[in-house]
């Protein structure tokens, strides 16, 4: 069973940068796509950014483009926030697919077979 742990969201003023950690642990063959996704209050859970295939190809909402990098470093998966703006505010959660369909479809929610428990981001104006 593979599980993952999110940690280091916060509150940061808008302009603000945080960094989000999560751990993989449990998997014995890796994962061929892990994400990000945030879920706004009454909004659905989007995915954000994603770094899929072997050479660590990444892929990232327009929302985010040129402000967030996703990076991952054995089973540690990152995401770096900078220029943070009030619309970024939800819960951000880490996610593993360990099967190749998710390849194409790399911020599609129903490709990913693992979730964490999610963080707090908060950013105030």
């Known amino acids: 069973q593979v599980q993952l742990l999110e940690s280091g969201g916060g509150s940061v003023q808008a302009g603000g940068s945080m960094s989000l950690s999560c751990i993989v642990s449990?998997?014995?063959?890796?994962?061929?796509?892990m994400a990000w996704f945030r879920q706004a209050p009454g909004q659905a859970r989007d995915g954000i950014a994603s770094?899929?295939?072997?050479?660590?190809a990444t892929y990232y909402a327009a929302s985010v483009k040129g402000r967030f990098t996703i990076t991952q470093d054995k089973n540690t998966l990152y995401l770096r926030m900078n220029n943070l703006q009030p619309e970024d505010t939800g819960f951000y959660y880490c996610?593993?697919?360990?099967?190749?369909?998710?390849?194409?479809?790399?911020?599609?929610?129903?490709?990913?077979?693992?979730w964490g428990q999610g963080t707090q981001v908060t950013v105030s104006s």
């Open positions: 770094i899929y295939g072997g050479a660590g």
């Open positions: 996610a593993a697919a360990q099967s190749r369909r998710c390849l194409g479809r790399v911020l599609a929610a129903d490709v990913y077979d693992y």
């Open positions: 449990g998997s014995t063959s890796g994962s061929a796509c």
